[in-house]
């Protein structure tokens, strides 16, 4: 018997809303994140930024996460805000905690 509910994504998104700092080569940006999973987050930042630069993206839990922005979009209804989607391409620091962070129980 098929799945009644089949989950739309292999790795879930999570809701987390904690602070994190987002570097690129030539700035850094205080942000928050909007959601996780183990392949990828969103980060909501103050200023549209270049999604065709690698970064890096540190959460406060010992988190360090080398990642690809793949989109911007702007925020509705939040003034200048911009959500940022990215890829993780490599969990630098803190394997563990990601893993703890982006854990979602599956019926």
Not at 78 to 94: A, D, H, I, N, T
Request: proline content about 7%; aromatic content about 10%.
């Amino acid at each position: 018997m098929p799945n009644a509910h089949p989950l739309k994504r292999w790795f879930p998104r999570c809701k987390v809303n904690l602070p994190c700092t987002v570097i690129w080569p030539d700035r850094q940006f205080r942000a928050k994140t909007v959601d996780v999973s183990y392949t990828g987050l969103g980060v909501l930042l103050s200023e549209a930024v270049d999604v065709n630069v690698e970064a890096k993206v540190q959460i406060p839990e010992g988190i360090w996460l080398r990642v690809q922005p793949v989109y911007l979009r702007q925020q509705n209804g939040s003034g200048e805000r911009y959500q940022v989607g990215c890829k993780v391409e490599l969990v630098e620091r803190g394997e563990q905690q990601w893993m703890n962070l982006c854990y979602v129980t599956r019926w």
